[in-house]
């Protein structure tokens, strides 16, 4: 889920292989994005049906969390090599590749007899995950004017929010009424149809001046991109303790019903999807402000929640805060990682992968976290702790803020 920023700060590290149309690149960034929403809803779409995976896999509602921090783990771990060992890849083998891995692994998981395969089977597509989510923002801009580097980032994104406003709901519904397995079929159907539109759009090109180890070194050495990682691990991390565990939160807590947790799911991934596109021209004059504010809206949203339990519309209210702080969120976080990395030569990819291994670290950290808070005290504690996390979050963004306008 990442992002570039102005046109003016990112250099022009371009696509090598034939020249592309204006059509061709416009369909290659869709496809992208179209991959992104078929990932994403992989990775996440345990969190829409985690009380019958639960049940029909014979685990607990913790064990059935850790789908989701297993995953991201796995991400965590192979990104940044992985992305490395395949970046002389062409892009277009590169991604329909991946596709393919998604479409197995989601077959494998549909297929599993116990949790030990649906555990092999999410594992495979997570490496795959970390290589896609490394390369296909750096792709998409590579593909498009300089001027429109933000506006692809924003259209690749949007598939992330898209997964969240359509894939995860309508998961959702049909694990209701068709079984948690139907949902895993239907992925593996649809990763084998944008397998082909990948494979029809992306052009057959090579990245110039892609992730090297001197500009991974660098990386590793920069403060300000150190102080990214950091904000986006402390952010994720509190993010997915609470949206992890969202659906038994709002069945056990707050009483919703299974409809009412669709809607309540469908009103937070719309409201993340508007500010995904929204926020681009707001980030390019302001960017550490666009921060500042949305990871206060975060944290005020998760504080509310347990305040909002006893009324449905208080409770829709609060999700559709939260998911429109979280949908600005990876589009800002990766807008200073370009920022940053655009110094370094070779720097976007390496500083992209890195960004994608501490995002899902943090994703699986707030899974196993709030795994161990449901197992041991039910939901109810959750948004608070999640909400510690975020404070911390935005108390780096300040001083990162501060300093860095004592340095200017």
């Known amino acids: 889920m990442q992002s570039t920023t102005t046109h003016t700060s990112i250099p022009a590290p371009h696509a090598q292989g034939a020249k592309t149309s204006r059509a061709?690149?416009?369909?290659?960034?869709?496809?992208?994005?179209?991959?992104?929403?078929?990932?994403?809803?992989?990775?996440?779409?345990?969190?829409?049906?985690?009380?019958?995976?639960?049940?029909?896999?014979?685990?607990?509602?913790?064990?059935?969390?850790?789908?989701?921090?297993?995953?991201?783990?796995?991400?965590?771990?192979?990104?940044?090599?992985?992305?490395?060992?395949?970046?002389?890849?062409?892009?277009?083998?590169?991604?329909?590749?991946?596709?393919?891995?998604?479409?197995?692994?989601?077959?494998?998981?549909?297929?599993?007899?116990?949790?030990?395969?649906?555990?092999?089977?999410?594992?495979?597509?997570?490496?795959?995950?970390?290589?896609?989510?490394?390369?296909?923002?750096?792709?998409?801009?590579?593909?498009?004017?300089?001027?429109?580097?933000?506006?692809?980032?924003?259209?690749?994104?949007?598939?992330?929010?898209?997964?969240?406003?359509?894939?995860?709901p309508a998961g959702t519904i049909l694990g209701e009424h068709q079984g948690?397995?139907?949902?895993?079929?239907?992925?593996s159907v649809l990763s084998l149809l944008v397998f082909a539109v990948i494979a029809w759009s992306v052009p057959a090109v090579k990245i110039a001046k892609s992730s090297t180890r001197g500009a991974m070194s660098a990386i590793l050495k920069d403060g300000r991109l150190l102080a990214v990682f950091a904000t986006t691990a402390l952010i994720v991390t509190g993010n997915f303790l609470a949206y992890t565990y969202i659906a038994p939160y709002l069945e056990q807590v707050a009483g919703q019903t299974a409809s009412q947790i669709s809607v309540m799911l469908l009103v937070y991934g719309g409201a993340g999807v508007i500010t995904n596109f929204a926020i681009a021209p707001f980030a390019a004059k302001s960017l550490r402000t666009c921060l500042v504010?949305?990871?206060?809206?975060?944290?005020?949203?998760?504080?509310?929640?347990?305040?909002?339990?006893?009324?449905?519309?208080?409770?829709?209210?609060?999700?559709?805060?939260?998911?429109?702080?979280?949908?600005?969120?990876?589009?800002?976080?990766?807008?200073?990682?370009?920022?940053?990395?655009?110094?370094?030569?070779?720097?976007?990819?390496a500083a992209t992968s890195i960004n994608v291994a501490v995002f899902n670290a943090a994703i699986g950290l707030g899974a196993w976290i709030g795994g161990l808070i449901i197992n041991s005290a039910g939901a109810a504690p959750i948004p608070g702790v999640s909400a510690c996390f975020i404070l911390a979050g935005l108390i780096v963004v300040i001083a990162t803020r501060q300093r860095t306008s004592r340095q200017g």
């Open 24 to 168: 061709r690149s416009a369909a290659a960034v869709s496809a992208l994005s179209l991959g992104c929403f078929t990932f994403v809803s992989t990775e996440l779409m345990p969190v829409g049906v985690l009380p019958s995976m639960a049940e029909g896999l014979h685990v607990s509602l913790g064990q059935a969390g850790y789908l989701v921090m297993g995953f991201a783990f796995m991400v965590a771990l192979t990104a940044a090599p992985l992305t490395s060992m395949l970046s002389s890849v062409n892009r277009k083998l590169l991604m329909a590749a991946l596709l393919a891995v998604c479409c197995l692994g989601n077959l494998a998981t549909y297929l599993a007899p116990s949790y030990f395969i649906v555990l092999i089977g999410r594992m495979l597509v997570a490496a795959a995950i970390g290589v896609f989510w490394s390369t296909a923002v750096v792709t998409a801009v590579h593909l498009v004017a300089a001027r429109h580097a933000v506006r692809a980032t924003s259209i690749v994104f949007g598939g992330v929010s898209l997964a969240a406003v359509l894939g995860i």
């Open 180 to 187: 948690w397995r139907a949902v895993f079929a239907a992925l």
């Open 293 to 349: 504010i949305v990871t206060a809206l975060l944290a005020v949203s998760l504080v509310a929640m347990n305040m909002a339990v006893s009324s449905y519309g208080a409770m829709l209210a609060t999700l559709a805060v939260w998911g429109a702080a979280y949908g600005a969120l990876p589009v800002l976080l990766q807008t200073m990682v370009f920022k940053q990395a655009s110094r370094i030569e070779g720097g976007e990819d």
